[in-house]
């Protein structure tokens, strides 16, 4: 099984910042994509961020410029540094991560979830 923790979530002013991190633990030999997803309260789930074993990342339109992912030098983590922050950005925020190898040669084709952190941004 595969468990995703995230951590960093709070309240902040806007234009403040955040920065979230999510680590992965179980039977994992690698992970190709992690990501950050958000859902504020009566909307749809939405990308918010991804970023995949190369390096190579997308950005929503509405975050793009102030928000950064990264897969810091911990393995099976990956981190959300969110800048300049709008009170539109307030929902709670879920890391995920797909293609994941439990072994060199096992891929697992279930998008993992964790439970969602709360982040909150005040006018």
């Known amino acids: 099984q595969v468990q995703l923790e995230e951590s960093g979530g709070g309240l902040v002013q806007a234009g403040g910042s955040l920065r979230l991190s999510c680590a992965a633990s179980?039977?994992?030999?690698?992970?190709?994509?992690m990501g950050w997803y958000r859902q504020a309260p009566g909307k749809q789930r939405e990308l918010v961020a991804r970023i995949d074993s190369g390096g190579r990342s997308v950005y929503a339109n509405s975050v793009e410029g102030r928000f950064t992912i990264s897969r810091p030098g911990i393995r099976n983590t990956v981190s959300l540094q969110m800048n300049s922050l709008k009170p539109e950005d307030t929902a709670v925020y879920y890391c995920?991560?797909?293609?994941?190898?439990?072994?060199?040669?096992?891929?697992?084709?279930?998008?993992?979830w964790g439970k969602g952190t709360l982040v909150t941004v005040s006018s």
């Open positions: 995920s991560a797909d293609g994941v190898m439990s072994t060199a040669s096992i891929r697992s084709g279930t998008l993992y």
């Open positions: 179980g039977t994992i030999f690698s992970i190709n994509r």
